[in-house]
């Protein structure tokens, strides 16, 4: 589950949470990797703790992007300055989806590419990647993302969120 902007309606509650689907083959995945990440204080909290946190199933600390509402320069946008797609993932959570499942060179594959984040994030946590996309604007965009690397899509300002990951270079190389 990853929190939202909980955008208000005039006939239900705000969605507050996203659910993002884990599944898997058998009763067990081949791969989890138990990420430990560098969180804020919350409300309440005094002390930081040492060692970190374990990353639970509820992700309200990577940046609010869900629900089309998001400035900044990680947004894939059009000359116009809109968001070339609504809904566009960001890279913080394709980077722990991607850590948690996989290993580096483990084949990533995104069956509804949209503008190619997990594409690009897989690139660079070393694993290759297949996207699959049928629209032909958003293939144009998804090209041209893997050829010119953004700075905004870099994770590797993520990498210190992560520092108390046990055997992080293994997983991040």
């Not at 900044?72 to 913080?92: F, H, I, K, T």
């Not at 690397?149 to 055997?167: F, G, H, Q």
Request: glycine share 6%; proline share 8%.
């Amino acid at each position: 589950m990853k929190r939202t902007s909980a955008v208000p309606s005039p006939f239900r509650f705000g969605k507050q949470f996203q659910i993002i689907a884990f599944a898997t083959k058998g009763s067990r995945p081949r791969v989890f990797h138990r990420l430990r990440i560098d969180a804020p204080l919350r409300p309440g909290q005094k002390l930081p703790r040492k060692d970190g946190i374990y990353v639970t199933d509820c992700w309200d600390d990577i940046r609010e992007l869900t629900s089309g509402y998001f400035a900044g320069d990680e947004a894939m946008r059009l000359p116009n300055g809109e968001r070339s797609l609504e809904q566009q993932s960001p890279v913080g959570l394709l980077a722990r989806i991607i850590l948690t499942s996989s290993n580096p060179g483990d084949l990533v594959l995104d069956p509804c590419a949209g503008t190619g984040t997990t594409l690009v994030v897989a690139e660079q946590l070393a694993r290759p990647s297949v996207g699959i996309e049928i629209d032909p604007e958003n293939t144009t965009l998804i090209r041209s993302r893997l050829a010119h690397p953004r700075k905004a899509d870099s994770i590797e300002k993520l990498r210190e969120y992560y520092r108390y990951t046990a055997k992080l270079d293994e997983i991040w190389p």
